[in-house]
C-alpha cells in the first residue's frame, strides 16, 4: 500500500451526539491513493464530508479512524509540506499581497534574506498575474485576484502536495475560467500533486486525472473513481471538442444527480471502488457515437 | 461639499456657544441688592482673591479672566498649594500616564493568555466579574494602608480601573481571531511566538486599542476623584482646593481643563485605533 505517494486508509468521521441523539459517521470506510505528479479531484453534494477529508491531509483536523499516510509517513499534524489554499482566500487583511506570500515563505526559509523573499514572492506572484499588486492590501483587490494570492501563497513555499478546498467557488465564472487556465498551466508546468475540492463538473474534467465521486452524506463514502482519459495537454477552449469530454460529463453530471444518495451506507468493497473510464466506454453513454478512431471500449475495472 | 458641511458644522458651534454665553450673562447680571456691602468689603479684604465669587455665581467675564490669568503663566510654583495649571496637570498626567502603562503591561499578556486558552478564561472569568463592578476609589483605603504613600495609591487606583476593559477586550479579540487565519499559520509551521506577534496581535489589535480607548477614559475620570481624595498634587486636588477657597472661577477654568485634557486623550487613541484598524 505504501508504495504510492499518499495513501487514505479507512478514514471515518464521527461528532459527539448532539442533543443526545448519536449520529452516523458523515463518512466512514474511506480509502484512496494518490500518485506524485497526479491531479485528484473530488466532487459530491454539501454535508459529504469532503472539507473534513481535505483537513484531515492537511493534518489540520483528525479523524476518528483511519488515518492518511503520505510518503511513507503518516499524517498527524500540517506540515510546510502540504501547501493549503482555503475556501475563503483567508489573507491576512492587515500585511500587503506581498507580505502575505512573503510571511509563507519567510516560514519555509527562515534563513533568507529578505531581498530574496521578496524575489521569490514577486516571482510567484508573477505567475498569477499579480505582478502589479504587489504593495496593495487585500482589501483593494477583487475576489478573483485574492484567491490569486492565495494560490501563489501555496505554490511559493514548493510543498510536495498542494490541496485545495474549493478555491474557485466564489468567484464569477468568467474570473473562474481565467484562474482556472492559470492553474492548469503551473500544474503542467511544475507537475505539482494536486488534491481538489470542486463543486464543478468541468473543472473537474479539465483539471484533475482522476475524480472520486462521493456519495451523500451521512455514512458518505467513494462510490466511483472516475479516470479523466482525455490528454493531459487539454484546454478550456478545446475540450469540448473531445467526444470523450461529453462522455464523462454526462457520467459525472448523472452520478451527481441521480445516484449519488443510492449509495449511502451501501455494502460494497470499499477499499477497492469502482474505477471506470467513461471516456473509453460504451456503456450507459454508447448513444454518443464513438470517434471514428473506435478506441477499445474499457468498462469498470477494478484496481 | 463634506468640507463645507464641516465649516457649517463649525459655524454652528460657535452660535451655541456664543448663546451660551450670552444666557450665562444674563443669568448672572449683578442685583439690585447692595445692602450688605460695607460688610461684604471687610470679608472681602479677609478672605484674598478668592473671595471675588462672593456674589454668587460667576459672570463669564470673571472665569474669562481666571482663564486669562492661568494660561498665561501655566508653570508658576509658589509653594504646594499655589502652582500653575500646567504643573497640576504634569501631575495627574503623569499619574495615569504610568498607573495606564502598568495596567497594560498587566492586562494585554495576561488577556492575550486567557484568550489563547479557554480553560484559563474560565477559570479567571469569576474574579474579573467580582473585581470588575468596583468602584475604583473603592480600594483607596487599602491602598494608603499598604501602600502607605497618597501618589503611589492614586497610581495603583489609576491602575486597577484601568486593567479590566483592557483585559477583557484583549481576551476577546485574541479569543475571536478567524480560525482561517490561525489555519493558515498551522499549514505554515509558524513557532508560537511567531504566530502570537505576526497573526494573532495584529488581528485583535482593533480590539485591543479600544479596550486601551476605553480605559484611559475611565482612567481620566478617576484621577480627579482619586486626587480629591489623596490632595497634594494634580488637576483633582486643584479643584478641591479651588472650592474651598470658594473660588468657582478658577473651579470653573479647571473643569474646562479636564475636559480638554481628557478629549486630547482620546483622540490620541482614535488615531492609534485607525491606524491598527484593518480593512477586511
Known sequence: ?303 | MPRKEALKAALLSLILFAVFLGAWHIATLPKESTMAAAQDAEYAALMGKGAEAKGGFPPPAQVGKAFVAYLSEPFYDRGPNDKGIGIQLAHSLGRVGLGFLLAVLVAVPVGFTIGMSPLLFRALNPFIQVLKPISPLAWMPLALYTLKDSSVSGIFVIFICSIWPMLINTAFGVASVRREWLNVARTLEVRPLRKAFLVVLPAAAPTVVTGMRISMGIAWLVIVAAEMLVGGTGIGYFVWNEWNNLALPNVIFAITMIGVVGMALDLVFARLQKLVTYVD
Open chain 1, 1 to 303: 500500500m505504501s508504495e504510492h505517494f499518499l495513501t487514505v486508509e479507512g478514514l471515518g468521521k464521527s461528532y459527539p451526539p448532539a442533543g443526545g441523539k448519536a449520529s452516523p459517521p458523515v463518512f466512514r470506510d474511506i480509502h484512496f491513493h494518490i500518485e506524485q505528479g497526479e491531479f485528484v479531484c473530488i466532487i459530491g453534494h454539501s454535508g459529504c464530508g469532503k472539507t473534513t477529508i481535505l483537513n484531515v491531509m492537511a493534518g489540520l483536523e483528525r479523524p476518528s479512524e483511519g488515518n492518511v499516510i503520505m510518503e511513507g509517513r503518516e499524517v498527524v499534524a500540517p506540515s510546510l509540506d502540504r501547501g493549503v489554499v482555503f475556501q475563503g482566500h483567508a489573507l491576512m487583511p492587515w500585511m500587503s499581497v506581498l507580505g502575505n506570500v512573503a510571511f509563507a515563505v519567510k516560514s519555509r526559509w527562515p534563513d533568507w534574506k529578505k531581498a530574496q523573499v521578496e524575489a521569490h514572492c514577486a516571482r510567484y506572484l508573477e505567475m498569477v498575474g499579480l505582478g502589479q499588486a504587489l504593495h496593495k492590501k487585500p482589501s483593494e483587490l477583487s475576489g478573483g485576484m485574492k484567491q490569486r494570492v492565495g494560490i501563489a501563497r501555496a505554490f511559493a513555499i514548493q510543498p510536495r502536495m498542494l490541496l485545495l478546498d474549493e478555491p474557485f467557488g466564489a468567484l464569477d465564472a468568467l474570473t473562474r475560467g481565467t484562474i482556472q487556465d492559470e492553474l492548469l498551466g503551473i500544474v503542467q508546468a511544475t507537475r505539482q500533486t494536486v488534491f481538489m475540492i470542486t463543486h464543478d463538473v468541468d473543472e473537474a474534467i479539465l483539471l484533475a486525472d482522476k475524480v472520486l465521486l462521493m456519495s451523500n452524506g451521512p455514512l458518505a463514502r467513494i462510490a466511483e473513481i472516475v479516470q479523466v482519459t482525455m490528454p493531459r495537454d487539454r484546454t478550456r477552449n478545446t475540450m469540448h471538442h473531445d467526444p470523450q469530454y461529453y462522455r464523462i460529463r454526462n457520467h459525472l453530471v448523472d452520478f451527481l444527480v441521480n445516484r449519488s444518495r443510492d449509495y449511502a451506507g451501501a455494502a460494497a468493497d470499499a477499499r477497492h471502488p469502482p474505477v471506470v473510464r467513461p471516456g473509453l466506454a460504451d456503456g450507459p453513454e454508447a448513444a454518443i457515437p464513438e470517434p471514428a478512431s473506435g478506441r477499445p471500449a474499457a468498462r469498470a475495472v477494478h484496481s
